[in-house]
T-cell receptor, first 114, second 112 residues
Framework: SQTIHQWPATLVQPVGSPLSLECTVE??????LYWYRQAAGRGLQLLFY??????ISSEVPQNLSASRPQDRQFILSSKKLLLSDSGFYLC?????????????FGAGTRLSVL | GESVGLHLPTLSVQEGDNSIINCAYS??????FIWYKQESGKGPQFIID?????DKRQGQRVTVLLNKTVKHLSLQIAATQPGDSAVYFC???????????FGPGTRLSVLP
């Protein structure tokens, strides 16, 4: 069966520090991968998605970047965190082929920038 | 855990009653819909999905209804249990190659 791992679960970082959140998927090949941010009282905002190694699409301009160095690894990064980067970050995957594909989410990372 | 949805609409139901959670979607071209359940501090979990060529789909204790005329989606939970307490999101997909758009969510609170 497929599983998705996301870490760390919580992170407290000072303003201006770098960020690296990692997400890995097991049990599938060529998945589509996603990074979302969830603010309190709001739905999920798509930040980045990837359909293959090295292929990254950004949905919103921001202080963050994403990379996919391996087929089942997706990394969310920042060189200098802002206060507004605080939030709950979710990684998700879906099958790479097919028309109607469910997205499966990781457990999330709560990021607090102080 | 993460305080998801501090100002979300809240639905309170008595344990054992049926729950109905509603969602208005935005795009008449959307052809695939998913309901997710999110417990505090956790990632969303898939509950049930429905394609636009269907009006109703049933799962275990859950039913999703789709009304394309008024762009409305609902999730019915039968015999609601304390473990059903969570935030529920609907998500719409506007077709192949498109990404999902998520609703703001509804908090379901089950009263003993």
């Amino acid at each position: 069966s497929q599983t998705i791992h996301q870490w760390p679960a919580t992170l407290v970082q000072p303003v201006g520090s770098p960020l690296s959140l990692e997400c890995t998927v097991e049990g599938t090949s060529n998945p589509n991968l996603y990074w979302y941010r969830q603010a309190a009282g709001r739905g999920l905002q798509l930040l980045f998605y990837s359909v293959g190694i090295g292929q990254i699409s950004s949905e919103v301009p921001q202080n963050l970047s994403a990379s996919r160095p391996q087929d089942r690894q997706f990394i969310l990064s920042s060189k200098k965190l802002l206060l507004s980067d605080s939030g709950f970050y979710l990684c998700a995957w879906s099958p790479g082929q097919g028309l109607f594909n469910i997205q499966y989410f990781g457990a999330g990372t709560r990021l607090s920038v102080l | 855990g993460e305080s998801v949805g501090l100002h979300l609409p809240t639905l309170s139901v008595q344990e054992g009653d049926n729950s109905i959670i509603n969602c208005a979607y935005s795009n008449s071209a959307s052809d695939y819909f998913i309901w997710y359940k999110q417990e505090s501090g956790k990632g969303p979990q898939f509950i049930i999905d429905i394609r636009s060529n269907m009006d109703k789909r049933q799962g275990q204790r859950v039913t999703v209804l789709l009304n394309k005329t008024v762009k409305h989606l609902s999730l019915q939970i039968a015999a609601t249990q304390p473990g059903d307490s969570a935030v529920y999101f609907c998500a719409e997909n506007m077709g192949y190659g498109q990404n999902f758009v998520f609703g703001p969510g509804t908090r379901l609170s089950v009263l003993p």
